[in-house]
C-alpha cells in the first residue's frame, strides 16, 4: 500500500519538525490574547520565616498595574490549596503528613522562591516594576537545608504540627527473612551513598496565560503541561472548583518536560483566577532563575545499603534505609518517587531474594522534590550498581562475573521480586554481552595503558539494571496510595474520504508522538502516515487523558489507539459485508482493504468510511453511521525495560577534569516503533545522566539559600561536555500489551549515572577510591590524586 | 519614547519602544516573530540567537537600540520565499537534530554562523567547542553535531573532509 515503508519500525523522519525549524512552534509564550496582561509573582528570598505584613498600596497606584492580590484575596473566595495526587502510609498505618500547600504563601513562607503576590500590569515591565516596590514585613525562622538538618533533634518545623519534619516513614520487603540472611551470611557489604538533587531545566521556562469568557462563563488555561486533563482535574475539581465543563486546559507546543511539567503549579490557578477577576488575559511568563526556586527539583537521597553475601558470592539479602527531601511541601507526584518507583526496583535484575527498604521522608525549606526523568529508578539503579562494584572491590570478584553469577536468568520470566513487582520479560545477559562487545570492553587495557602513557587515567564503569515503567495499572495504583487512574484514552476518527486525525490523551514535548504515532497508525489501518494526524494537548478536543510520564504515551497511549483500532476494524467488517453482500466472517482487512475472503472483492478503508458518512446504502437497522471510535485502555502490568550502559572515561591528574570519551548503551525497550526516535531519546536520557554524574547540583547553603539557581552556577551537559553516544537495542517483547512496546523515555537516564561514577571509580583504582558520590566534580577528583599520588608511578 | 529602525528578515521596521526593551524583546513582543525563544536570564543558553549584520548574536544580550541601522535575521527568514528550506534546516530535521524544537531556532542560527566562519573545515571537536553557547536538554546534542557536519559541505559546496 504505501510506496516507501513508514510503518512500524521504519526510521520515518518527524513530522512536527518542519513548524520547529522554521520557527513556528506554538509555545505558550508565543501566545498573547487579545487584552491580555501581564502577572510577576513575587517570590520569598528568605528560606524560613512568618510574613508579619504585606503593604501592597504603592505598587497597586504604580503605572499600569491593574492588580495585586495576595493569600487573603484567595481565601475570600474560599480557594482550595494545591492537592497531592499520591498518598503514603506509614509503618505503622497512619497516612503520610499532608501539610497544606496554600497558592499563595499564608503565614508563613517556607523556601527561597515561594510565591507572595501577583502582581498584574499592562506590560511585563510594569508589573516587575511594581513587584519590587511590595512592602513585605518577615520575621525570620531558623531554616531547615538538609534532610540531615531535618531530622536533627530540636530542628526548626517546617509545618506546624508536623513532628520531627516527617512526611512518612514507610517500608516495604520482609524484615525478618532479611535479618535472618544477614545472620547467617559470609559476608556483608556496606555502602553510604547520596543521590545529588537536580533542577530538571527544560530548555522552555514554564509559562501559563488563564482566560475568562463572560459570555459563556468558561475559563481556559494555557500551560507548559506534560498533562493538560490531570491539571484540569487538579485545579478544576481543588483549587478554584470549576467544574470540567466550564474549564479548557491547552498545552500547546511544550519546549521539554522531564517530569517538571507534570505537576500542578500554583501558577496555573493564579492566571486562571485572576483573569476571572479582572475579566481580561492574564499571562505569565517564568524567567529561568525564577524557575530554579520553583520548578520541582528531583532526587535528593542520602541512603545506606547493605548486601548480604554467601561465600560463593551469591546475594542473599539487601537492606536498604533512604532518608528522602520532599522539600517544603508535597508536588502532586512526590510522595510515589521514593517509594513505589524507587523502593520496588530495589531487586533490580538480580535474584535477591529477600529486600528490605524503609524510606524516610521529610520536609525541608526547600523547593518542593519530584519525579525528574526516571524518578525513583535512577536513585534504585545508582544505588545497586554502584554496591556492585563495591561489591566487587571488597570481596575481589570480577564485576562482570559477579553482575552474570546474580542475574534473573533469561528464563525465570515472569519474576516474582520480593518487592512487590513482577517483570514479565527481560534478557540481561544478552543486554550485558553486547554492550561489552559494542564497547570493546576486552581492549580496555590497551587504551588504558596507552592513556597512560600520555598521563592520562582511563576507567570503564558498567551499569546493568531494569525499570518499571508504562505507569500504570490503575487497580494496583490504587492500592498504593494512587488517587487517580492511570489508564490511557484514545479517540480514532476516521474522516468521510478516509483520511484519520487520531485525539490521544497523552502530549508530546519533544517524543515525536505526532510521528511514531502516525506510524502505529498507518501500520494497523495501512493508510500513508501524510493522511494521518495526531492531536494532543487540548482538553476540548480529546476525550480524556492522564498525559505523558513515566514512559507511559506508547505502551498505555498507543495500546489505546490499538483498542479504538480494532473497534474501528471491527465495524469497518460489518459495513463491507453489507456492501459487498457477504457475511462478515468472510471479511479479511489486510493493508487498508477489506476484501472477501477467496475472492477478489475488496472496499478499501476510504470507501468504508464514505459509506458510513453517506449510509444511503447500510445497514443501518444494526449500525449507527460514522466511522469513530473511543478506547480506553488500562495496563494489566507495568513494562519492563533493561538493559546496560558502558561509559569510558579519561581523568587529566593534573586537573581532575573527566572527559567521558565513550558511552555504549543497549537497552532493551520492546518493540521498536521508530529506531530514530528511539535512539534519539536514549543519547538526551544518557546526556542528563553524565549531567548528574559529573556536572550538575542543586546546592543550598546552610542557611538554606539555593546558591545555584542560574546556568551560570548550575552546570548543565554542554555540547562540549558530551560525548558520542551508541546506542544498540535488544529486544524481548512485553507480554501483556497489544504492541510489545516497554518505553525508552527514561532509560538512558536511569542506566548512566553508576555507568560514569563506576568509571571514575575504576581510572582512580590505584588511589585506593571505594566510592564517589555525585557530580565527580573535578575539585574531588583532584582531591583524592593529590591524597593518593605517590601510587600513581605504579601503572 | 525612543524609536529604532531596522531591517528584519528583509523587511524595513521602525518601532517606539522603551530604551530597555531587548532585541530579542522587539522581535518577539513587537515583530510576533516569536520563532526567537528565550530560555534564560543570564545569556548562557543560546535559545535566542540571531543574526545581525550576518554574524550570530544572542539577541538578549542586545538592547534593541543598538540593533539601530542593522539588517537582523530570524530562523522565520532563512527558508528561500518558495519554502525551499536552508541547508542547516534541511539537516537538523533529516538527522533528527531536535526533539522539543526549543532550542532549534537559536541552535541553527548558530550552526549556519559556524559553518560559515570556518571555511576551511571542521572537526566534530571544533563543532562540539563551538556549540558551547547553546544548550539543548533533549538530544544530548549527538544528532545536531552530525547536522551540522552533514550542513557543511552542501553550504561550501565541497567535501568536508576534517569532520568525523
Ligand atoms: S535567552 Fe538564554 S542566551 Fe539569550
Ligand atoms: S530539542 Fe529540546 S532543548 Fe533542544
Same mark, same amino acid.
Given at each position: 500500500m504505501n510506496a516507501i515503508f513508514e510503518g512500524i519500525g521504519a526510521s520515518v523522519r518527524r513530522k512536527e519538525d518542519l513548524r520547529f525549524i522554521s520557527g513556528r512552534g506554538n509555545f505558550v509564550d508565543d501566545i498573547n490574547r487579545p487584552g491580555q496582561t501581564h502577572a510577576i509573582i513575587k517570590r520569598s528570598d528568605r528560606p524560613h520565616a512568618k510574613l508579619i505584613s504585606i503593604d501592597t498600596a504603592v505598587a497597586k497606584a504604580a503605572p499600569g498595574v491593574i492588580a495585586v492580590f495576595i493569600a487573603a484575596d484567595m481565601e475570600k473566595d474560599a480557594l482550595g490549596g494545591i492537592p497531592c495526587g499520591w498518598q503514603i502510609h506509614n509503618k505503622d498505618g497512619s497516612p503520610m503528613a499532608e501539610p497544606p500547600h496554600p497558592i499563595l504563601a499564608s503565614g508563613k513562607v517556607r #523556601?527561597?522562591? @515561594?510565591?507572595?503576590a501577583v502582581v498584574i500590569a499592562e506590560t511585563r515591565q510594569q508589573a516587575k516594576d511594581a513587584a519590587e516596590l511590595l512592602d513585605i514585613v518577615f520575621e525570620d525562622l531558623p531554616p531547615v537545608a538538609t534532610v540531615r538538618d531535618a531530622v536533627r533533634p530540636g530542628a526548626a518545623l517546617v509545618h506546624d504540627g508536623v513532628t520531627g519534619n516527617t512526611c512518612f516513614d514507610w517500608h516495604i520487603g520482609d524484615k525478618d527473612l532479611v535479618d535472618a540472611a544477614f545472620a547467617r551470611a559470609t559476608k556483608v557489604v556496606k555502602l553510604d551513598l547520596t543521590n545529588n538533587r537536580l533542577v530538571p531545566n527544560a530548555m522552555e521556562p514554564r509559562a501559563a496565560i488563564g482566560e475568562f469568557d463572560p459570555m459563556s462563563d468558561d475559563y481556559t488555561l494555557y500551560t507548559t503541561s506534560q498533562n493538560p486533563h490531570v491539571i484540569r482535574l487538579l485545579m478544576g475539581a481543588f483549587v478554584l472548583h470549576l467544574p470540567e465543563h466550564k474549564l479548557r486546559v491547552v498545552a500547546p507546543d511544550v519546549g521539554g518536560g522531564f517530569g517538571s511539567k507534570i505537576y500542578h503549579y500554583a501558577e496555573e490557578a493564579i492566571v486562571t483566577w485572576s483573569a476571572g477577576k479582572l475579566k481580561r488575559p492574564v499571562k505569565w511568563t517564568c524567567d529561568r532563575t525564577e524557575a530554579f526556586m520553583s520548578d520541582a527539583h528531583g532526587r535528593d537521597h542520602d541512603s545506606t545499603a547493605e548486601m548480604a553475601l554467601d561465600a560463593a558470592g551469591n546475594f542473599l539479602a539487601l537492606r536498604v534505609r533512604t532518608l528522602c527531601n520532599m522539600g517544603a511541601y508535597l508536588s502532586t507526584f512526590a510522595p510515589a518517587v521514593p517509594t513505589y518507583l524507587y523502593a520496588t526496583l530495589l531487586a533490580g535484575v538480580y535474584k535477591t531474594p529477600a529486600v528490605y527498604a524503609e524510606v524516610h521522608a521529610v520536609f525541608t525549606n526547600t523547593v518542593p522534590v519530584d519525579a525528574y526523568r526516571g524518578a525513583g529508578r535512577p536513585e534504585a539503579t545508582f544505588l545497586l550498581e554502584r554496591l556492585m562494584d563495591v561489591i566487587a572491590h571488597d570481596t575481589g570478584h570480577d564485576r562482570v562475573a559477579l553482575r552474570r553469577q546474580n542475574f534473573i536468568p533469561a528464563d525465570a520470566f515472569p519474576y516474582q521480586t520480593p518487592v512487590a513487582l513482577n517483570y514479565d520479560s527481560g534478557d540481561y545477559q544478552t543486554t550485558l554481552t553486547k554492550a561489552l562487545e559494542y564497547a570493546k570492553w576486552d581492549e580496555f587495557p590497551a587504551r588504558r595503558a596507552a592513556a597512560a602513557a600520555k598521563g592520562k587515567l582511563r576507567g570503564i564503569g558498567i551499569s546493568t539494571y531494569v525499570e518499571a515503567c508504562g505507569i500504570a495499572p490503575s487497580k494496583l495504583v490504587g492500592q498504593l496510595g494512587a488517587r487517580a487512574g492511570l489508564y490511557e484514552v484514545a479517540n480514532v476518527r476516521v474522516h468521510p474520504t478516509g483520511s484519520v486525525t487520531v485525539f490521544t490523551g497523552t502530549h508530546s514535548h519533544g517524543q515525536g508522538h505526532e510521528t511514531t504515532f502516525a506510524q502505529l497508525v498507518s501500520d494497523q489501518l495501512g493508510i500513508p502516515i501524510s493522511q494521518i494526524d495526531i492531536v494532543h494537548g487540548d482538553t476540548n478536543k480529546i476525550p480524556f487523558g492522564m498525559g505523558t510520564y513515566g514512559s507511559r504515551s506508547l505502551a498505555v497511549g498507543g495500546s489505546a489507539m490499538v483498542k479504538a483500532m480494532d473497534k474501528i476494524i471491527t465495524k469497518g467488517k460489518k459495513i463491507a459485508a453489507h456492501l459487498m453482500e457477504?457475511?462478515?466472517? @468472510?471479511i479479511e482487512f489486510k493493508d487498508g482493504k477489506f476484501s472477501v475472503a477467496g475472492t477478489d472483492k475488496a472496499k478499501t478503508l476510504a470507501e468504508i468510511a464514505l459509506t458510513a458518512y453517506v449510509? #444511503?446504502?447500510?445497514p443501518i437497522e444494526e449500525l449507527e453511521p460514522g466511522l469513530d471510535e473511543t478506547a480506553f485502555y488500562d495496563p494489566k502490568n507495568f513494562t519492563y525495560p533493561g538493559g546496560c550502559h558502558v561509559c569510558e572515561v579519561e581523568i587529566d591528574a593534573d586537573t581532575g577534569v573527566t572527559t567521558v570519551v565513550g558511552f555504549t548503551a543497549v537497552d532493551d525497550v520492546g518493540r521498536v516503533i521508530n529506531p530514530m526516535i528511539v535512539e534519539g531519546q536514549v543519547q538526551g536520557g544518557v546526556a542528563q545522566g553524565i549531567g548528574q554524574a559529573l556536572f550538575e547540583n542543586a546546592v543550598y547553603d546552610d542557611q538554606a539559600q539555593l546558591v545555584s539557581a542560574s546556568f551560570m552556577d548550575y552546570t548543565m551537559p554542554r555540547a562540549d561536555s558530551i560525548p558520542n553516544i551508541l546506542v544498540g537495542t535488544e529486544t524481548t517483547l512485553c507480554t501483556h500489551n497489544p504492541l510489545g512496546v516497554k518505553g525508552c523515555g527514561e532509560v538512558g537516564a536511569i542506566g548512566s549515572p553508576p555507568a560514569v561514577i563506576n568509571a571514575v571509580v575504576d581510572a582512580l583504582r590505584d588511589f585506593g577510591v571505594r566510592h564517589i558520590d555525585m557530580p565527580a566534580s573535578p575539585q574531588k577528583i583532584w582531591s583524592i590524586i593529590q591524597a593518593g599520588r605517590p601510587q600513581m608511578a605504579a601503572e | 519614547m525612543p524609536s529604532v529602525t531596522l531591517t528584519v528578515n528583509g523587511k524595513s521596521h521602525t518601532v517606539d519602544i522603551e530604551a530597555r526593551t531587548l532585541l530579542v524583546e522587539l522581535l518577539r513582543e513587537? =515583530?510576533? =516573530?516569536?520563532?526567537t525563544h528565550v530560555g534564560c536570564d543570564t545569556s548562557q543558553c543560546g535559545a535566542c540567537v540571531v543574526h545581525v549584520d550576518g554574524v550570530s548574536v544572542k539577541s538578549c544580550a542586545m538592547l534593541a537600540l543598538q540593533a539601530e541601522g542593522t539588517d537582523v535575521l530570524t530562523i522565520e527568514g532563512l527558508a528561500a520565499a518558495d519554502g525551499t528550506l536552508h541547508p542547516m534546516q534541511e539537516a537538523f530535521r533529516e538527522h533528527h537534530a =531536535?526533539?522539543?524544537?526549543?532550542?532549534t531556532p537559536g541552535m541553527v542560527m548558530s550552526a549556519i554562523d559556524m559553518v560559515m566562519a570556518h571555511p576551511e573545515g571542521m572537526t566534530e571537536e571544533d563543532i562540539r567547542h563551538n556549540l558551547e553557547g547553546n544548550l539543548c536538554r533533549c538530544t544530548g546534542y549527538h544528532n545536531i553535531v552530525k547536522a551540522i557536519a552533514a550542513a557543511w559541505p552542501v553550504m561550501h559546496g565541497k567535501e568536508l573532509v576534517a569532520a568525523e
Open positions: #523556601h527561597v522562591g @515561594d510565591p507572595i457477504a457475511s462478515v466472517e @468472510d449510509p #444511503h446504502n447500510y | 513587537k =515583530l510576533s =516573530l516569536t520563532g =531536535l526533539q522539543c524544537g526549543f532550542c
